[in-house]
């Protein structure tokens, strides 16, 4: 069974970063492509960042792009993402998502979420 | 970027009717498309991929068509637990892959 556990989601001022985990059990991990979305509350969904199976592809939304880091850990089957200068606008429930390749296309599986609060 | 947009935000049903719901692209994302299905409280989950394809454990009721910019979802007949907000999702080439706004499927 495909299990996604998230973690690292905080209360952060804004201007701060923060890290936040994916562990990922039940699957080959270095063989799927990662992804990371958001839920701001009361909201619809937002795609955030993604990466290959490999590690060696990585794609952002333009909202995060030169702030958030996604990478991955093959080793600890890990996914992280990195979160710099954020913003209040960052607010969000991040889930992390499996896709069905090792590309990145979709997800076919999800976390249950990780609540980022940026405020002062 | 590509912009998703589905319609109504809103559909009042009683339980046992035949619903569709629309998604459309703003340019062709061919049959790239996928649906979720996301209840209060929980994450999405994966319905439709390829825009007809069921997922894994998916009931036959749940069916999806379309290419190119016109998708739909149609439920044949509600059941109760399929009361919930459903997104569609294009993956076509490069991301990001953006998601429609949702619709939410409520109890008339």
């Known amino acids: 069974e495909v299990q996604l556990l998230e973690s690292g989601g905080s209360l952060v001022r804004p201007g701060r970063s923060l890290r936040l985990a994916c562990a990922a059990s039940?699957?080959?991990?270095?063989?799927?492509?990662m992804t990371w979305v958001r839920q701001a509350p009361g909201k619809g969904l937002e795609w955030v960042s993604g990466?290959?199976?490999?590690?060696?592809?990585?794609y952002y939304a333009d909202s995060v792009k030169g702030r958030f880091t996604i990478s991955r850990d093959n080793s600890k089957n890990t996914l992280f993402l990195h979160m710099s200068s954020l913003r209040a606008g960052d607010t969000a429930v991040y889930y992390c998502?499996?896709?069905?390749?090792?590309?990145?296309?979709?997800?076919?599986?999800w976390g249950q979420g990780t609540l980022v609060t940026v405020s002062a | 970027e590509i912009v998703m947009t589905q319609s109504p935000a809103t559909l009042s049903v009683s339980p046992g009717e035949r619903v569709t719901l629309s998604c459309r692209a703003s340019?062709?994302?061919?049959?790239?498309l996928a649906w979720y299905q996301q209840k209060p409280g929980q994450a999405p989950r994966l319905l439709i991929y390829g825009a007809s394809t069921r997922a894994t454990g998916i009931p036959a009721r749940f069916s999806g068509s379309g290419s190119g910019t016109e998708f739909t979802l149609t439920i044949s007949s509600l059941q109760s637990e399929d009361f919930a907000v459903y997104f569609c999702?294009?993956?076509?080439?490069?991301?990001?892959?953006?998601f429609g706004q949702g619709t939410k499927l409520e109890i008339k």
């Open positions: 340019q062709s994302v061919r049959n790239n």
């Open positions: 998502g499996k896709d069905r390749s090792t590309m990145v296309t979709l997800i076919e599986d």
């Open positions: 039940g699957f080959s991990f270095p063989n799927y492509a």
């Open positions: 999702q294009h993956f076509n080439v490069w991301p990001p892959y953006s």
């Open positions: 990466i290959s199976g490999g590690g060696e592809h990585t």
